[in-house]
């Protein structure tokens, strides 16, 4: 019979990951849409075609899939340390070694 600290549990941990996604949204939007509104107004400014909307926009977006990129990487250690040099895991190394 699930108790009050199972309730807890479950919606922290689900508020943990809606501000997750949250998060990973921001981190793709962000710089795709002010790379191109910056460029925008830089080529309306200087009177210049589409050159400045384009360029930050592709900078845009890889900012975005950097941000991406580094975030996976983030929750991946959280969720599975490993040592990648000699295939152990943290917790086999505090016991000695590989089993």
Do not use: C
Not at 43 to 63: C, E, N, P, Y
């Amino acid at each position: 019979m699930p108790g009050k600290h199972d309730d807890e549990t479950f919606w922290s941990g689900l508020w943990r990951e809606v501000a997750l996604a949250t998060t990973l949204g921001w981190d793709l939007a962000v710089p795709i849409f002010a790379g191109t509104l910056i460029g925008y107004y830089l080529d309306k400014w200087l009177q210049t075609r589409h050159i400045f909307t384009l360029g930050l926009l592709f900078l845009g977006i890889v900012i975005s899939y950097y941000n991406l990129w580094r975030n996976i990487h983030r929750i991946d250690r959280k969720i599975k340390p490993f040592d990648h040099s000699n295939g152990n895991t943290k917790e086999n190394q505090e016991k000695g070694g590989k089993k």
